[in-house]
């Protein structure tokens, strides 16, 4: 028995189209798992972020001046999964200015980061600066940390 297809194409039973049909399923079954392992690798990775962040944030509390810097960076520019928030990252640049001795480029960072805050943002971000001290000092009283 011979069908034909509106493109002149002639088969010569239903088996080709079976043929067709199970490798279009084959390839669709195939599709899902790279689809699914795709997924899973990005919840994986977003989980790493989370982790990541998590850690960073709290060796900044810790102390650590370059986690202070590099989180202040975070916010500032925003790197997944920490939002952008400049306030934040005004905040913790004005930190660094008192842990890491007030180096050039400490000062040099602040300004950029704090500079084009509204003077109500700049408040906020001393709020935040203070908020985040007690936190510092928390965590310094809980390890028995003497103040530096």
């Known amino acids: ?34 689809g699914t392992g795709y997924i899973i690798n990005h919840a994986f990775q977003a989980r790493r ?27 500032k520019e925003g790197c997944p999964p920490l939002p952008r928030a400049e306030i934040i990252g005004c905040a913790w640049r004005k930190i660094t200015l008192d842990t890491g001795g007030n180096l050039p480029e400490d000062q040099e960072q602040a300004r950029v980061a704090c500079g084009p805050l509204s003077s109500s943002d700049i408040e906020i971000s001393e709020n935040a600066k203070a908020s985040l001290q007690r936190r510092i000092e928390a965590r310094r009283a809980a390890a028995g940390v003497a103040n530096p």
């Open 1 to 34: 028995m011979f069908v034909s297809l509106s493109g002149g194409c002639m088969l010569r039973d239903n088996r080709f189209t079976d043929i067709i049909i199970n490798g279009l399923a084959i390839c669709a079954a195939l599709i899902s798992v790279v």
């Open 49 to 75: 972020d989370e982790d990541d962040a998590s850690a960073l944030v709290s060796n900044a509390i810790s102390g650590d001046i370059e986690s202070q810097r590099k989180l202040a960076a975070c916010y």
